[in-house]
């Protein structure tokens, strides 16, 4: 069975500072690999995604994650924080190559300050 | 121009009611997904349908029905209302004959029991 661990549950930034959340999962095949935010109120929105080929996979608005094979991580990045990046991000895994259930981590509120 | 919308947006009901949550698709996909999102912002999968055939049915209890009348709809139906099911539910759709199983999600349906 698949599993997501997020470590940060709660991350509070100021504005401009720097952004790493962290993403690990179990899972014994290969995978496809998602992070999503869900803004106040709002529903999920997918921010970038893993299938294949370079592990370094670049989002919406500024966001990055790299896939670390051997770590089994996918950490979300993004070098400067804005205001608007307050939400709860999610990090996602399914089984490659079938319409399988897509298994979350427990989610991280950022929360950015001003 | 909505992809995936649910209906109601938020629902609040008395214990022991029976309830329907609808969702439709008009990005052609041909596999949807009920999602439910507790108070703490887990997200778990429920069920999932291929073409109007059940695929996914993880363990959740038999008051909760899923429809599918066609592949762009999904809906769910709940019986005899607990607390418990209080949560935000949402569906979700993707393309199983596509190289990626990307899940897009509707805006989610607040379900309150009173």
């Known amino acids: 069975a698949q599993s997501v661990s997020q470590h940060n549950h709660h991350v509070i930034l100021s504005e401009a500072a720097s952004l790493e959340l962290g993403c690990n999962y179990s899972y014994g095949g290969t995978v496809n690999l998602f992070w999503y935010v869900q803004y106040p109120g709002q529903h999920l929105q997918l921010l970038l995604k893993y299938f294949s080929g370079d592990p370094l996979v670049k989002g919406i608005k500024g966001f990055e994650a790299e896939f670390i094979k051997s770590k089994f991580s996918f950490n979300l990045r993004k070098p400067s924080v804005q205001w608007s990046d307050t939400a709860e991000y999610f990090c996602a895994v399914n089984a490659a190559g079938t319409a399988s259930k897509l298994t979350f981590g427990t989610g991280t509120r950022l929360q950015v300050t001003l | 121009d909505t992809a995936v919308s649910q209906t109601p947006k938020y629902l609040v009901t008395q214990m022991g009611n029976d309830k329907s949550i609808k969702c439709e698709q008009n990005l052609g996909h041909d596999t949807m997904y009920w999602y439910k999102q507790d108070s703490k912002k887990f997200l778990k999968i429920m069920f999932s349908y291929n073409n109007k055939e059940l695929i996914i049915n993880e363990t959740v209890p038999n008051r909760f029905s899923p429809k599918s009348p066609d592949k762009a709809h999904l809906n769910l139906h709940i019986n005899s209302l607990e607390l418990g099911d209080s949560a935000v539910y949402f569906c979700?759709?993707?393309?199983?004959?596509?190289?990626?199983?990307?899940?897009?999600f509707g805006p989610g349906t607040r379900l309150t029991v009173l």
């Open positions: 979700a759709s993707s393309l199983l004959s596509g190289v990626y199983n990307e899940q897009f």
